[in-house]
């Protein structure tokens, strides 16, 4: 019943920036941990940052610096601010995050269906 929606990817020149979201909806009843991870062709899928519900932030060591990852618990969504791109940060991003839905305690894992990001020239 929980569907995460990405929006904002495209195409972008090295050097540019783009701002991508994931945006929760259903019969949530709270959120926990949220976070991006990101599929290049021929590669696995890697964790690109990550946000606890304390704020708390992560990241893969070839996005520090130039990405950001946020979050809008009212609005139920998280955002991956990216800077600085380069050709190898083309892939589908993907939104991950812990939801747990009402009358039900346990919390499970979604993923939403990608946004594709191309850096090229």
């Known amino acids: 019943q929980v569907q995460l929606v990405e929006s904002g990817g495209g195409l972008v020149q090295p050097g540019g920036s783009l701002r991508i979201s994931c945006a929760a909806s259903g019969s949530i009843f709270s959120i926990n941990n949220m976070g991006w991870y990101r599929q290049a062709p021929g590669k696995g899928r890697e964790l690109v940052a990550a946000i606890t519900n304390g704020g708390s932030t992560n990241y893969a060591d070839s996005v520090k610096g130039r990405f950001t990852i946020s979050r809008d618990n009212a609005r139920k969504t998280v955002y991956l601010q990216m800077n600085s791109l380069k050709p190898e940060d083309t892939a589908v991003y993907y939104c991950?995050?812990?939801?747990?839905?009402?009358?039900?305690?346990?919390?499970?894992?979604?993923w939403g269906k990608g946004t594709l990001v191309t850096v090229s020239s």
């Open positions: 991950n995050a812990d939801i747990k839905l009402r009358w039900y305690g346990d919390a499970s894992n979604y």
